[in-house]
Structures are given as structure tokens and as C-alpha cells.
């Protein structure tokens, strides 16, 4: 069994804050993680992807990944209440069932005025 | 236009019946995959299909069936709707490679009264 846990929040902060987002996972030979914004009943939306150990800017957000410690997280600057929203953490799995995604339950955000 | 497109976007039926949900996609991508999601639950796969010849069950494939009819469409029926399977449907897509970003149809809510 594939395992993907998240801070299960919620996680509250202030606006123009810094938000920090944590997951773990449990297969060692995972490749490719991803973070997905999910507004209430709304779809998943993809904000990023990292596949090597580092962080990885794009405008507010950055992504940390650590594999040796199988960890990654999302970090989101300047926080916005537009940002108020669950984020899902995915993984992507090897083996035979290389192309699937395993995801965490995610941590609902609010960033409050 | 969208390019992952799911229909019906909402849908109540009782118990018993037979439904199907379809999704279409206008990316091209190969992979195609159905998730439910439940409060507190997160996302889990129903099932994926990596080209048209390929069907694969996901972790909670009792009581639905699937059919790829062309690389871009996909559907999934419940053969005898339960109320359990109360859920938000999402259907997504992906590239071959191996860590393919997936992304994401609009959702289907179905309620089995």
C-alpha cells in the first residue's frame, strides 16, 4: 500500500503570510510529485510539479523536495485569501503502475484579511 | 473549450438503477483515469486506462464497470447505483511517461436516494 499523508490541518493564516504545506510518502522509488489546488466543489487544479531533490520557484509558490527523507512540501508566499482552498498532495508510483498518482487527503487552507 | 469535459455534471437517481458517466478530452493524451471523492476521503482511483486496448482496476472497483471507447473517451457505469456510492466523480487525463501531470475534469455529484 502506497502512502501519501498530509498535515491534516486545517491551517489557518493571515494574509501576505507564508504558508507552508508538508507530505510525506511512503515508496522510496517515487519519481514525480505534484501539488494540486482544490477550491469546494471544484476540481483538482495542478500548480506544481518537482521531480528532483530542491526547491522549485513558480511566482508565489515554491516546492521543496527531499527524497532521501521522502518528504515534500509547498510553500506559498504572500499569502492571499484567493489561496483559501484544500491542497492535495499526489505521487506518482513505480513499478508496473508507472503513469499513476497516489494522493494525500490534502490540507484545507484559509487566509484570512 | 474545456479539454476534459464530463457529463452529466450533476445527476440524482435511486437505488438500483443503472447509470453511466462519460468523459471526453480534447488534450490527446493516451492515459485516462476515474476517481470518486469523499468528505474526508480524499481522491481514489476507480479506474485507469493507459490506451484503448487497456483497462485496469484502481483500489475501489466493485460496483462500477468501465468502457474505453476511443482514445478520448471514457465512462463509467454503476450497474445497480447504491446509495454509498453518493460521491463527487472526477475524470482525468494524462501523457505516457513517467511522471505524467494528470488533469482534472469538472466533476460529476451523483446522489443514489
Known amino acids: 500500500q502506497k502512502e501519501v499523508e498530509q498535515n491534516s490541518g486545517p491551517l489557518s493564516v493571515p494574509e501576505g503570510a507564508i504558508a507552508s504545506l508538508n507530505c510525506t510518502y511512503s515508496d522510496r522509488g517515487s519519481q514525480s510529485f505534484f501539488w494540486y489546488r482544490q477550491y469546494s466543489g471544484k476540481s483538482p487544479e495542478l500548480i506544481m510539479s518537482i521531480y528532483s531533490n530542491g526547491d522549485k520557484e513558480d511566482g508565489r509558490f515554491t516546492a521543496q523536495l527531499n527524497k532521501a527523507s521522502q518528504y515534500v512540501s509547498l510553500l506559498i508566499r504572500d499569502s492571499q485569501p484567493s489561496d483559501s482552498a484544500t491542497y492535495l498532495c499526489a505521487v506518482n508510483a513505480r513499478g508496473s503502475t508507472l503513469g499513476r498518482l497516489y494522493f494525500g487527503r490534502g490540507t484545507q487552507l484559509t487566509v484570512w484579511p | 473549450d474545456a479539454d476534459v469535459t464530463q457529463t452529466p455534471r450533476n445527476r440524482i437517481t435511486k437505488t438500483g438503477k443503472r447509470i453511466m458517466l462519460e468523459c471526453s478530452q480534447t488534450k490527446g493524451h493516451d492515459r485516462m483515469y476515474w476517481y470518486r471523492q469523499d468528505p474526508g476521503l480524499g481522491l481514489r482511483l476507480i479506474y485507469y486506462s493507459f490506451d484503448v486496448k487497456d483497462i485496469n482496476k484502481g483500489e475501489i472497483s466493485d460496483g462500477y464497470s468501465v468502457s474505453r471507447q476511443a482514445q478520448a473517451k471514457f465512462s463509467l457505469s454503476l450497474e445497480s447505483a447504491i446509495p454509498n456510492q453518493t460521491a463527487l466523480y472526477f475524470c482525468?487525463?494524462?501523457?505516457?511517461?513517467?511522471?505524467?501531470?494528470?488533469?482534472f475534469g469538472p466533476g460529476t455529484r451523483l446522489t443514489v436516494t
Open positions: 482525468a487525463t494524462s501523457d505516457t511517461g513517467t511522471g505524467a501531470e494528470q488533469y
